[in-house]
T-cell receptor, first 114, second 116 residues
Framework: AQSVTQPDIHITVSEGASLELRCNYSYGATPYLFWYVQSPGQGLQLLLKYFSGDTLVQGIKGFEAEFKRSQSSFNLRKPSVHWSDAAEYFCAAPEGGNNRKLIWGLGTSLAVNP | SAVISQKPSRDICQRGTSLTIQCQVDSQVTMMFWYRQQPGQSLTLIATANQGSEATYESGFVIDKFPISRPNLTFSTLTVSNMSPEDSSIYLC?????????????FGSGTQLSVL
């Protein structure tokens, strides 16, 4: 069965430090992959998505993610974290290739120290 | 991008009562969905709200407990019926929008429900 795994439940970084949030997937074919962010009291916002082509994907708010088939990973990165990046981050992939039904990771909670 | 307004943003309800959550999109969308996000867990799809017909429910969710309406292409409601503390969760409305890069799933701000 398909699955999306986010190994880190909670991460704390200092403001200005670099960030990498891990996401691993299990899916036979090349998956579509998404990263969403959920700020406190707000809904989910799409950060970026990978469909095909260039494996390094640029998103909003200075985030990027790299699709690595050999590692079944789609890790989210940001070179310099801002305090406003503190939020919950979710990795997701369509179930069975259906973009309308996503399988979600459990999320990674990011705290940013001043 | 389309904007989803969801209300109420939060509510505290008594056991045995029902709550209806409203979801309004500022443009016509083909697909609307309802998700549940329980504490410490990932998002779970409850159902697809179909315009003009009965909603399509995922395994583990039934219409009697979570009746859904979709009277038009911009509006949907989810009712959580006969609530128990186990229904305490965040409920999220979402919709798909077709862009130049394909379909995009976007979300409302959620309804934080606490059942006493």
């Amino acid at each position: 069965a398909q699955s999306v795994t986010q190994p880190d439940i909670h991460i704390t970084v200092s403001e200005g430090a670099s960030l990498e949030l891990r996401c691993n997937y299990s899916y036979g074919a090349t998956p579509y992959l998404f990263w969403y962010v959920q700020s406190p009291g707000q809904g989910l916002q799409l950060l970026l998505k990978y469909f095909s082509g260039d494996t390094l994907v640029q998103g909003i708010k200075g985030f990027e993610a790299e699709f690595k088939r050999s590692q079944s990973s789609f890790n989210l990165r940001k070179p310099s974290v801002h305090w406003s990046d503190a939020a919950e981050y979710f990795c997701a992939a369509p179930e069975g290739g259906n973009n309308r039904k996503l399988i979600w990771g459990l999320g990674t909670s990011l705290a940013v120290n001043p | 991008s389309a904007v989803i307004s969801q209300k109420p943003s939060r509510d505290i309800c008594q056991r045995g009562t029902s709550l209806t959550i409203q979801c309004q999109v500022d443009s016509q969308v083909t697909m609307m969905f309802w998700y549940r996000q329980q504490p410490g867990q990932s998002l779970t799809l409850i159902a697809t709200a179909n315009q003009g017909s009965e909603a399509t429910y995922e395994s583990g969710f039934v219409i009697d407990k979570f009746p859904i309406s979709r009277p038009n292409l911009t509006f949907s409601t989810l009712t959580v019926s006969n609530m128990s503390p186990e229904d305490s969760s965040i409920y999220l409305c979402s919709a798909t929008e077709t862009t130049g890069e394909g379909e995009k799933l976007f979300f409302g701000s959620g309804t934080q429900l606490s059942v006493l």
